[in-house]
């Protein structure tokens, strides 16, 4: 698919706006490219009809390039190599329509609070002022782990100097916002704040994998799904909660903000909806047909004062600022992702590569 033509209109400021209200003509850069978010951004961007993107990330020895397979772009660099480029020639890549910057370390167990902060906020940094510089779009995935222990009241306009991030990861996101902040450039820019994504292209992630993917490989193993139980007073075993938002949600809510001129500033990005953890379970049996084994296990002892009981994303800016879309089910997410990526090992992309397969079969007895 070729890149869609718009009728373009001059703005007061020179620059031009497309039809569809996209901003400038020109280059995407996706960074993460091969990730979770970031795989799924160059998919959406794909299905809009855009291809002329520059795809930026750190394989290694990982099998994360075989998300990219068949994804769309221009071309791919390393992010060793491609962050001096842009040192050495700030034009290197052309005129650039925006920046998806969704590359940073993303454990949230990470204890290296060095190499956390060169990765997620010294670069970060250094690619904002590179993005902005140029006249493009700068929309940057933050996360919903800045806002600490709250369980209620995640607003985006909470004074970001009161939020509390548990961990360096979430410490990490919310020291880039801040600078975006004191720089004055969070109005040029979308941060965007993600809850609990889960999605095709995780694979890679290890113990960072979403639920869905692990409650997949136990049942793979065992028949079960262990929970962890609860210690709070009135809450039951299975009825913790969170915000869950499948990735094709999260990734199309994202490359609108990012082309969606009016919008600017922090968004909280989920579904705006919370569930407990035995919805989410019941929902993979349901998309394997199978009878639901849950088995709650103990909760280990570090994690028992730091453990939120509720999430919730607030999304009432994100529907002001024009998204009115609706946001997948947990159930029809959980079986999308089971049944056409889960079971059958393919990329998001690369369905229609995939040969049907029937589902899985297990022992009840197991």
Request: charged letters at 25%.
């Amino acid at each position: 698919m070729q890149n869609r033509p718009s009728r373009r209109t001059l703005r007061a400021d020179g620059d031009f706006v497309n039809s569809d209200g996209s901003g400038r003509d020109g280059r995407y850069v996706v960074t993460g490219a091969a990730g979770l978010i970031g795989s799924a951004v160059m998919w959406q961007l794909n299905r809009d009809g855009v291809d002329d993107i520059v795809a930026v990330d750190r394989l290694g020895s990982s099998e994360k390039w075989r998300h990219l397979v068949p994804l769309r772009f221009a071309d791919y660099l390393d992010a060793e190599e491609f962050f001096p480029r842009i040192a050495a020639d700030p034009d290197a890549f052309g005129r650039i329509a925006g920046v998806f910057h969704l590359g940073a370390c993303s454990s949230t167990t990470e204890r290296n609070a060095s190499y956390l902060v060169a990765n997620n906020v010294r670069r970060s940094q250094e690619i904002a002022r590179w993005a902005l510089a140029r006249g493009a779009r700068f929309t940057y995935a933050s996360s919903a782990a800045t806002y600490g222990a709250r369980e209620h009241d995640m607003r985006e306009d909470l004074d970001p100097y009161g939020l509390r991030p548990l961990n360096m990861y979430g410490y990490s996101k919310h020291l880039f916002d801040l600078w975006m902040r004191r720089e004055e450039l969070d109005g040029r820019a979308v941060g965007v704040k993600y809850f609990n994504v889960y999605g095709p292209n995780e694979d890679h992630k290890g113990t960072m994998r979403s639920v869905v993917a692990k409650a997949f490989e136990q049942i793979s193993a065992s028949g079960t799904i262990e929970l962890f139980k609860s210690y709070r007073e009135g809450i039951a075993d299975g009825d913790q909660t969170r915000d869950f938002l499948y990735v094709k949600d999260a990734a199309a809510i994202t490359v609108y903000l990012g082309r969606t001129p009016r919008a600017a500033g922090i968004y909280n990005v989920g579904s705006g909806v919370e569930r407990n953890w035995r919805d989410l379970a019941r929902a993979v049996f349901a998309a394997l047909q199978l009878p639901e084994r849950i088995v709650y296990v103990d909760m280990p002892e570090v994690l028992r004062g730091k453990y939120q009981y509720r999430t919730v994303a607030t999304i009432d800016r994100l529907r002001a600022a024009g998204w009115t879309a609706p946001m997948t089910s947990l159930e029809d997410g959980v079986a999308d992702y089971v049944r056409n990526y889960l079971v059958t090992g393919t990329a998001l992309g690369g369905e229609s590569d995939a040969a049907s397969s029937p589902l899985p079969t297990f022992s009840a007895t197991r």
